[in-house]
């Protein structure tokens, strides 16, 4: 009896002393986090000053001045992304592009950065003859290759289902402008009177057999590539600069070291598309990498019917994205819009002895005025000097510093208006980035995935494993856990110590890191299997960054949901266990919300993971065919498991057998 009060002090001390150190776990959580996000909206949207690099030729002559000199422009163009069964509307639009916006703009050069043709319908990959000769008979029909230099390399879609480069499906050999010089990294030297402009190809295609979909959504890139590619670069040193131009950004490339961003910041740019605007989350994927040069992502063709127009002015790489359909297109060469900026690159000098402002308006009809202001003062009427040039005088020694904003109204003949704004600096100064366009290029995404995959499983399944090791059922108390009045925390405490129902968990998040996930066809006539590491076809194991954002989709939409939903119908098959929980008050209204309550969002848990579960087994079965489908222990394999495990906690629960999950008592 004496030492029932020190028990009562002993137990009241372990209590506070848990809840504190909840607390403090917390604060010190949630500090670690401020102090990474922090860091990160620094790394992503500050420009580092080690791009302020000056240019050799940045205070030598020419400078912009009012004369049509120094100047050329050219297009890109990306994701076409060409149907046979869908987008016709497409199709002829980028027949009046070829062959009517090519006269008006008049472009040196057009880059077409890949996804030419679409090659999928109804979930299934292969290339169609079809398409390809669409894209063919278009280019010739318009007689674009006779107005302008046409340089199409592939993407992902390109490459699809194709055994070997050798192999009939390679479709893009065949029908593509380049052929077999566009399968290679190569060099374009596009030649004017004032320099030579160099655009270094990077072919980060994924090399044959290539796979059916979902795979090839990530490029690679070798060491003898990028060894190649060094080769390049070297060759183009005597250039006025060097643009690289590929289908995927650089953050989507899976290298080797030294890696592609070694070979990248030797040029101004790096021209791509692939992404298109990711469900219209990032219509504008343009960034200043860290190390000086810049990183343009163009929007698609397919959905958005954009495109790009680049001018070098003086050296001076300028950039506008555009649509189909949208007149007069408006791009302002001098000064530069601040955010790229390349000063490692370019002579961004060169701007502050300038004495006009330049600017190309692009219109099918005669442009009637041009207005131009700065911070909102009116400077005038801009002249036309010849072709879309116009430029008007201005002193740069006015706008010496910081940041400014030039504002350029346009109007035709037929009153359609136009007007841009942008910013620009001469001191260096920017603007900082937007934080979701850098953190998708300036990231190795590849090694995100695997850094999100490897912590997701580890907040997932060890919690459970500790909680299983540590814990004894008969003992499960409030005291133990402060927290165990939350029904979803005391159902995950019960849950670990149903055997079988743990043991399930465990096969289907481990099967994951050890086992196949499906077996099938890879690629027509090829049968491999697809694992956690790669796929295994004709012999050899094709490593897929793809696997591990199938991985952590999984993850999170069907093995944390079905967790949870596990989790609140053990609470509700045991609702008076240890006698704790809402259920057991005495009031019978509270007690029917609780069950109600937990009943549906346990079922609605199980619902949503059911769904992205059977989505996927859809996917794989419309994509692989029904061998496949039947073959994948991943996907088919564990629904029906996971539907039996649904079934059995029912019947358990309206038969009132409970000892079909009994809880195991130690």
């Not at 030797?266 to 598309?273: F, K, P, V």
């Not at 010496?400 to 035709?412: K, V």
């Not at 910013?423 to 995100?448: K, Y």
């Not at 925390?489 to 019960?494: K, S, V």
């Amino acid at each position: 009896m004496e030492t029932k009060p020190c028990d009562d002090q002993t137990r009241h001390f372990i209590t506070m002393r848990r809840k504190y150190g909840v607390v403090l776990f917390l604060i010190i959580s949630l500090f670690c986090a401020l102090c990474c996000i922090t860091y990160g909206w620094y790394y992503f949207t500050i420009v580092d000053d080690d791009v302020k690099t000056l240019h050799p030729l940045d205070d030598q002559p020419p400078f912009p001045d009012s004369t049509a000199n120094n100047i050329w422009w050219f297009i890109q163009i990306s994701d076409l992304h060409l149907n046979e069964f869908y987008g016709k509307e497409s199709y002829h639009q980028f027949w009046h592009f070829c062959s009517s916006y090519i006269d008006i703009i008049q472009p040196s050069l057009v880059l077409v950065t890949g996804d030419i043709t679409d090659a999928v319908h109804k979930g299934k990959a292969h290339q169609s003859e079809f398409e390809w000769e669409m894209y063919k008979k278009c280019l010739e029909d318009s007689g674009v290759l006779k107005k302008t230099v046409w340089i199409d390399v592939k993407g992902n879609h390109d490459t699809y289902n194709i055994p070997s480069a050798d192999s009939e499906q390679n479709l893009y050999r065949r029908f593509s402008q380049l052929g077999k010089k566009g399968e290679s990294n190569f060099v374009h030297h596009q030649k004017t009177s004032f320099g030579t402009y160099s655009f270094i190809h990077i072919n980060a295609a994924t090399p044959f057999p290539s796979l059916k979909l979902p795979f090839n959504f990530f490029g690679i890139v070798s060491k003898t590539d990028i060894k190649n590619l060094h080769d390049l670069t070297n060759q183009t040193k005597t250039s006025n600069s060097t643009v690289f131009f590929t289908h995927y950004p650089s953050s989507f490339v899976v290298d080797k070291k030294p890696g592609i961003s070694s070979v990248l910041s030797q040029g101004i740019a790096t021209l791509s598309g692939h992404l298109h605007t990711i469900y219209g989350r990032t219509p504008d994927l343009k960034i200043a990498q860290r190390s000086g040069s810049l990183e343009l992502e163009l929007s698609d063709w397919k959905d958005n019917r954009a495109f790009r127009v680049l001018a070098f002015d003086h050296d001076l790489l300028s950039v506008v994205d555009t649509h189909y359909g949208k007149w007069p297109i408006i791009l302002i060469t001098n000064p530069k819009d601040a955010r790229y900026l390349s000063p490692k690159h370019e002579p961004t000098r060169r701007m502050r002895q300038s004495t006009y402002i330049r600017f190309l308006v692009f219109s099918p009809i005669n442009i009637e005025l041009a207005l131009v202001s700065i911070d909102g003062d009116l400077l005038g009427y801009a002249s036309h000097v010849n072709g879309p040039l116009y430029v008007i005088n201005w002193n740069p020694s006015l706008y010496a510093t910081g940041l400014h904003e030039i504002t350029i109204h346009t109007m035709d003949l037929l009153r359609q208006r136009s007007k841009v704004t942008q910013t620009f600096s001469l001191d260096g100064s920017r603007p900082n980035q937007s934080l979701l366009p850098a953190f998708l290029l300036m990231n190795d995404i590849t090694l995100v995935l695997k850094l999100c995959f490897t912590v997701g499983n580890i907040l997932t399944l060890v919690p459970l494993i500790l909680l299983k090791i540590v814990t004894r059922p008969a003992t499960i108390h409030f005291l133990w856990i402060p927290y165990a009045k939350i029904p979803l925390l005391r159902g995950l405490l019960l849950l670990v110590h149903v055997n079988v129902l743990f043991n399930v968990i465990m096969v289907i998040a481990c099967w994951t890191f050890i086992g196949p996930w499906f077996i099938g066809e890879m690629v027509d006539g090829y049968v491999g299997f697809v694992c956690l590491y790669g796929v295994y076809v004709n012999g050899s194991l094709h490593q897929d960054s793809m696997l591990y954002k199938m991985a952590l989709q999984d993850m999170l939409y069907f093995l944390v949901p079905f967790i949870f939903h596990l989790a609140l119908q053990i609470e509700l098959l045991f609702p008076n266990y240890n006698q704790t929980g809402l259920f057991n008050c005495q009031n019978k209204y509270l007690q029917r919300v609780s069950w109600w309550s937990k009943f549906v969002v346990s079922q609605y848990l199980f619902i949503a993971s059911l769904q992205w579960q059977l989505q996927y087994t859809w996917y794989i079965w419309s994509s692989y065919g029904t061998v496949t489908f039947l073959l994948s222990p991943k996907y088919l394999w564990t629904t029906i498991v996971a539907m039996c495990v649904f079934f059995s906690i029912y019947f358990a629960y309206f038969l009132k057998r409970r000892r079909t999950f009994a809880v195991n008592r130690v």
